[in-house]
């Protein structure tokens, strides 16, 4: 009888994980302009990244929680993709997830990001890519915040920060 609770327990926990990933509903959304996008070599890639980024941009790799350089970054500004510079995320939109990487509400724009479906290490995800560049940035996943509840997950490694300037001109 123990080992039937074990099992149950077991099985109901594998469900409450499988069920934060999965993938949210497909719906349409215009692609970034072909015009515009990055097309360069690997070797390109190799020399003009460091190799944490290019692990992590070109290869679909992820920086250990708690380890990046945004994860806790509480400045006003915009994140962009460390490959291309296209602006990704507002600090507004960042907020404290408790992962370890980076977290945001929302993208600048939803058509500077990419989605595919990733079913890697046996769990269906969706995969965030940089539009422009197709540099891999992280994961979307359901259960963020209002007023998305959208957590987009990211690699600090696969972002640059632009802090906002201060207002030079300070009104009396």
Not at 11 to 32: P, R
Request: aromatic residues 10%; negative net charge.
């Amino acid at each position: 009888m123990k080992g039937i609770h074990i099992v149950i327990f077991t099985i109901a926990l594998l469900m409450g994980f499988t069920s934060c990933a999965q993938q949210k509903t497909d719906e349409k959304k215009i692609s970034f302009a072909d015009s515009e996008k990055i097309e360069i070599s690997e070797s390109e890639w190799k020399s003009k990244l460091t190799t944490e980024e290019f692990e992590v941009l070109r290869k679909k790799g992820t920086e250990r929680a708690f380890t990046g350089e945004y994860w806790n970054n509480k400045k006003e500004g915009v994140y962009t993709c460390a490959g291309c510079e296209l602006p990704l995320f507002d600090s507004s939109t960042k907020f404290r997830s408790g992962t370890g990487w980076p977290s945001f509400y929302q993208p600048i724009n939803e058509i500077n990001v990419a989605e595919e479906k990733d079913t890697s290490y046996g769990m269906v995800r969706t995969e965030v890519l940089c539009a422009r560049c197709d540099g891999h940035l992280g994961h979307v996943f359901p259960d963020g915040p209002k007023p998305t509840n959208l957590r987009y997950c990211i690699n600090s490694v696969s972002l640059n920060f632009v802090e906002k300037k201060a207002d030079s001109n300070p009104t009396n």
